[in-house]
């Protein structure tokens, strides 16, 4: 199964694994899925460092670099996923949420959000606290 982490799971998983859920855990130690992170978390994670917020504390630079030599797979942002978003209903505002799921739907993949509000969307959604 490929897997797509949403951005404070993926946090969790390469810094604070204990805040991971025993199912996230389960899945993302399977070798039989591929963990995916997004361009867009690393962008989330870059613009919210420079505006001083403290759940985003991580240089995404090295977080990439540290993604990438364990393993994890990259998934770039491209122009199916940008224009995919129009499609989801608007239930959740915060537009990187917003574009994980567009790119998850549009891949294929499952995406791994602890974030109730995530779940709504169904779908390629799948919420593991």
Not at 8 to 27: I, T
Not at 102 to 117: H, I, M, N, R, S
Request: aromatic share 6%; hydrophobic share 45%; proline share 4%.
């Amino acid at each position: 199964m490929n897997l797509l982490l949403d951005t404070h799971m993926l946090l969790w998983a390469a810094g604070q694994p204990e805040r991971l859920s025993s199912e996230a855990k389960r899945l993302l130690v399977n070798s039989r899925n591929t963990v995916h992170f997004s361009v867009v978390s690393l962008w989330e994670i870059a613009i919210k460092r420079t505006l001083g917020r403290r759940d985003f504390k991580v240089d995404a630079r090295q977080l990439r670099r540290g993604l990438l030599e364990n393993g994890y797979a990259e998934l770039a942002l491209t122009g199916p996923h940008a224009v995919s978003i129009d499609r989801l209903p608007d239930l959740h505002k915060d537009p990187f949420d917003r574009m994980l799921i567009a790119q998850a739907e549009a891949e294929g993949f499952v995406l791994l959000t602890a974030d109730e509000e995530l779940e709504s969307y169904g779908g390629p959604v799948r919420l593991v606290q």
